[in-house]
């Protein structure tokens, strides 16, 4: 069992940026795929982010390029999301998730709610 805790969101005003963390509960976080989803009001969850076990490769959804930053530090189990130039349309309830495609394992954290508005 993995357990994934997510950190670092809150209110900010449009244009500006926050850094969410997510920390796993085991060591073996460096075998997982890490990815950070979010799923707005009324809307269907989305990925935004993923990022391979290694960090050697990312995947960003069209909506984020070029604003948001996935990065992981597997000595500290943690995951980054660094998000900047923030949007109204970026207010969502923020998650995190492991999957490791060989294990067939999965998880979820509970999520962090980001919130941009004047």
């Known amino acids: 069992q993995v357990q994934l805790v997510e950190s670092g969101g809150g209110l900010v005003q449009p244009g500006g940026s926050l850094r969410l963390s997510c920390a796993a509960s085991?060591?073996?976080?460096?075998?997982?795929?890490m990815g950070w989803y979010r799923q707005a009001p009324g809307k269907q969850r989305e990925l935004v982010a993923t990022i391979t076990p290694s960090g050697g490769s990312t995947n960003y959804a069209d909506s984020v390029k070029g604003r948001f930053t996935i990065s992981r530090d597997n000595a500290k189990n943690t995951v980054y999301l660094q998000m900047n130039s923030l949007k109204p349309e970026d207010t969502a309830v923020y998650s995190c998730?492991?999957?490791?495609?060989?294990?067939?394992?999965?998880?979820w954290g509970p999520g962090t709610q980001v919130t941009v508005s004047s």
């Open positions: 998730n492991a999957v490791n495609y060989i294990l067939s394992m999965a998880y």
């Open positions: 085991r060591s073996i976080f460096s075998i997982y795929a």
